[in-house]
Structure formats: structure tokens, C-alpha cells
């Protein structure tokens, strides 16, 4: 029965992230480009789903409501992928949509997705939990996420074909390369659903109203999940503060292409997929909070390399996207993490609450960036001198969480059997 969940769960989570590779954040950024997004606008392209995200603290309650984290789930996931679609080809191509306010529409439709896929995302790593067993977690899990770098690898080539044709399919002329490659990745994330409804409820599953029953009394916010909130929300913080320059930077500045980016992260996403699984392991033998941080020492350096690109040397940036290969390690031991210290019985609304906070924080964090950027852009984002000072706050934030390291909770640890056993 595990064998079987945890196959299936790999299975949904590499057609995800196929979806997920084709129309990424990054492609959502060229089409606001596209439709006049500049420093400030484009924070708010990054920011509305964080801040719209606050609706997952409905969670627990739609769970309820449902009977199960496994029918909430589907029902999220089905609905995102649809959504998805719409805020790729709305926008640009319903004539009724006044061009000034197609980047309104793109962010709302965009904000919309994103949170329905947050519910989605809350609801499955509930049931994930139930599902795999705590001397197995960070394995699986480091497997897992090895499957998402694949999909996205995947992903990403296709995406890279379809963003560098000349000429969209026949019988979708009016569409660009972009919005065919967003709309494939919405048919992707649909077909991901499959898997999910193949999937186990888990052994010793209840309804989530019976969750809650005798924990009415629980604190969801224990010190050990206050400490990872922190901890969590500084590193919201810091990956937030720099997003806006990071975003505009290699497009306007150096002369970038999508599908060069794209390349770049495919590269980034296959280094991930060799070392998730060999780190969700270490995460199992030694512990998540030491995976974290060291994974944090390599991440942070990654704004030095876009302080050094410049448009005679853009591919400095390489080395950026080399050290967020270590997102890997960040990935696996915060998912581990969350998982280990959630209060029993109050997994939903612990979850819930450490995805919101850290969404609240990215968001605004995100507008305080593109803030700072616009007026040191000055009407001009040709100059990567304007960026200087915002990439070195990215650092210094990066650097102070990464020091802030031993206030994460050490979490359960236990000796982990054969992987043989899953």
C-alpha cells in the first residue's frame, strides 16, 4: 500500500511540475513585460498571490466541509489548472479587455490561480503526511522532489521549443508562442489530477472534522512551529526583498532571452534532482535543521553573481542559478521540518498558518523591492548600476537568515529503515 502511494504520489508530482516548467513565474514575468510592467508593477505581478494567498487559512474548514485533505486536494488542483489557462490567454486575447488594463487582468487571474493551487498545495502535504511514515519522511520526500525537478526539467525543454518557434500551431494562430506554451502547461497540471484520485486515503485516515475533535485544546502555534515560522519568514524576507530587480534585471539590463533563462534553470533543476534525494536522506540521519543550513551557506551567495553580470558578461548570472541548485536541500528540510513539528491532530490549520505568513511576508517583502527599484530606475532599467544597491540588500538579508540558522527546532529524529521497505 505504501509502494503503491508513494509511486502514485511521485506520478502527480512529476506531471505537475511538467505544467509547472512550461508556465513557470518566469513566463508570467515576460508576458507582464509584455503588457507594460515595469518595476513597481511587476511587484505586483510577483505579490498579489501572496497576499491573496491569506484564503488558505480556509483550509482547515473546507477540509471539513469535504470529509477529506484527499477530495479538497483534487478538487484544488482540477480547479488551478483551468485557471491557469485563463490567466495566460485572457488578458492578451479577449478583445473586450481595454489594452491599459491587461496587466490588471493578467494579475488577477494570475493571483486567482495561485491561490486555489495554495489550497491544493496545504490540503496534499496533509495527506502526505498521513501517508508517509516518520523514519521514511525526508527519503520520500527527497525523492518527491527529485520527480518535481525532472517534470520541471521536462517542462522546461518543452517550454523552450515552444517560446522559441517562429510561428504558433495552425489552428491557434491568434495565440503567441508564450500563451501556447502557458495553456500547454495548464493541460499538463490537469492530466496530474489522475494520480491524485489513484492515490490512497492513507492508513488511519479520518474525516478532518474528527481532526479536530479531541484537540479542540491544542496550540497550533508550538515553540518549536513558532521558531520554523520565524525562521521561515525571514527567508521570505530575504528571497523577497531582491525578486523584483532579479526579474527585470536580465531581461532589460542584460539582454537576456526567455529561452536562455529557461535553459539556465533547466540546468539548475537537473543539479536539484541529483541532490534532493541523497539530502532528504541526510535530512532522515542527522536531522532537517543542519540540511537547511548548510544548503542556506550556497544559496546565499547567489546574488553576488548578478552583481557581477553585466551586458558585455551577462552569463554571470550562471552562477547564481549554480548555487540555487542548494534550494534542493532548503526544499526538502523545510517540508521535513513543517511536517515533524505540526501539532498532531492540528496539521491543517498548523500548515495553513505557516504558508500564510510566509506568504504575507514574501508579498509585501516583494513590494518594498519594487518600491526601492522604481525610483532608482529613473525611467531607464538599461543601467545594471540601478540594481546595485538592491542586490546587495538581497545578500545582506540572505546572510542574516542564513547566521539565524540554530533557531530552527532540530525536529524528531529517528533511524531510518531501508528505503527497500517504501
Known sequence: ?????????????????????????LLITYLAIGHGAQGLGMSFVLAAPRFAGVLRLATPQLMNRLGSPKRLCVLAYAASSLLLG???????????????SRLAVLVAAWAAYQVVEY???TSLWVWLGRIYPLPLRGRLIGVREQWLTRGQIVGAIAGFCLASSRTSPHLLWWLTPLDVTALAGAAAMATAVLPLIAMPTGSGVTPA????????????LTPEMRNLLVWSVLLSFANGIAAPARGIMPYRALGMTYPALLALATVMRLGQSICAPVLGAYADRLGARPVIAWSQAVVVLSPLFFLLASPSSPWWVAGAYACWIAYAGLNVGLDLLKLQVAPPGREARSLALYYTANDLASGATIIAGGLLLQPLLNGSTAD??????LLALGFAARLTV???APILPSGPQKPAPSVATA
Not at 545594471?384 to 544597491?389: C, L
Open 1 to 25: 500500500m505504501l509502494r503503491r502511494a508513494v509511486m502514485l504520489a511521485n506520478a502527480n508530482a512529476a506531471l505537475w511540475a511538467i505544467g509547472s516548467g512550461l508556465a513557470p513565474t
Open 86 to 100: 485563463v490567466a495566460a490567454i485572457v488578458p492578451a486575447r479577449v478583445s473586450p479587455v481595454p489594452a491599459g
Open 119 to 121: 489550497i491544493g498545495t
Open 209 to 220: 472534522t474528527v481532526e479536530d475533535a479531541p484537540h479542540r485544546k491544542a496550540r497550533v
Open 384 to 389: 545594471t548600476s540601478s540594481y546595485t544597491w
Open 402 to 404: 542564513g547566521l539565524l
